[in-house]
């Protein structure tokens, strides 16, 4: 996995992986037990871990199989080896929940001290596999003779949603914290409208979360994800009151080059080996927001920067 040594010479303050950390993809438990092993015992992963805090969600793959949600039969004993393996501390929250391991972290700014306390990332982590409803599928003939072609995904929009009720709850309170960054942590897209792949937008979710970020006034929303295995910029700003971006990085070891579309995608795609970045510089009266994706050297292949200002209409 080379692209950790570039990953390694950033001066970063945290770590997020996304999902789809191992392909365990099994209904054996020392199998996918085995599986995190081998991540674990990788040198370059083993660096990370002792450089940086490492925070970590799942995707179908490392939850249990492709594309599973609530129906996964082991999903119980799927959660206790994943928060193992992330060294999940025994009495945090996201061991007691019975819907997931849905959880959140703060990344503070500690380098001016004279700064707001307020001057901080919270790390928003949702489980969108524990509780996730049923996906619909277009069939098997309207795959291959529609969406195949077009690079698109089976599914089409579904009814229900990938978090439970007590989790929206959660998140709802998340949103309303003070930090003036909340970065949400996605293992599926949120920005993409039907690609046909899993995404938020496959069921009403996107649309709920917008609401509660207009209901809230909630400032300072930025949303990255993974899934995909190509990397892109997307930017929404329909009917809201200011953008939302989402920075897709995937993956660091796959690859897909068969693209999907995405009409809110602002930077063109990647299909090489990606990895993401966020920055922000406190120091500014009106804080800088640098952004996007690097490559396997750890040279920039997309980016955008613009002002927490730009995400503070309230």
Do not use: C
């Not at 990953?7 to 997020?16: H, K, R, S, V, Y």
């Not at 996906?135 to 929009?157: A, H, I, W």
């Amino acid at each position: 996995m080379p692209i950790f040594d570039a990953i390694l010479n950033e001066p970063a303050d945290g770590f997020i992986f996304l999902g789809d950390n191992i392909y365990g993809d099994t209904e054996d438990m020392e199998e996918l037990s085995a599986k995190y092993q081998k991540l674990g015992n990788n040198p370059g992963f083993k660096a990370l871990r002792s450089k940086v805090p490492v925070y970590a969600t799942w995707d179908d793959h490392d939850f249990g199989e492709n594309d599973a949600g609530k129906s996964y039969p082991f999903k119980q004993q799927s959660k206790a080896i994943m928060l193992d393996f992330w060294g999940v501390p025994k009495d945090s929250p996201r061991r007691k929940r019975q819907d997931g391991i849905y959880g959140s972290y703060v990344i503070q700014n500690d380098e001016n001290h004279k700064s707001s306390s307020n001057d901080a990332i919270r790390v928003i982590l949702p489980d969108l596999r524990y509780m996730r409803d049923d996906l619909e599928s277009v069939g098997v003939l309207g795959y291959y003779t529609n969406r195949k072609f077009k690079d698109m995904g089976p599914y089409k929009p579904s009814k229900g949603s990938m978090l439970s009720q007590q989790q929206w709850q959660w998140l709802e309170l998340e949103l309303q914290q003070p930090e003036r960054i909340k970065i949400i942590g996605s293992s599926l897209q949120l920005i993409a409208d039907f690609t046909g792949w899993e995404s938020w937008a496959n069921f009403d979710d996107r649309q709920r979360l917008f609401n509660l970020i207009k209901k809230h006034r909630v400032n300072g929303v930025f949303i990255i994800s993974g899934d995909t295995h190509w990397g892109e910029i997307s930017k929404f700003d329909e009917g809201m009151d200011y953008p939302v971006w989402d920075v897709t990085s995937s993956g660091l070891t796959e690859e897909w080059k068969q693209v999907s579309p995405n009409k809110h995608r602002t930077s063109g795609s990647t299909a090489e080996v990606n990895y993401g970045f966020f920055t922000v510089n406190w120091d500014e009266a009106d804080p800088s927001i640098h952004f996007g994706l690097k490559d396997v050297k750890g040279d920039v292949v997309m980016e955008q920067k613009i002002t927490l200002s730009s995400l503070s209409p309230y």
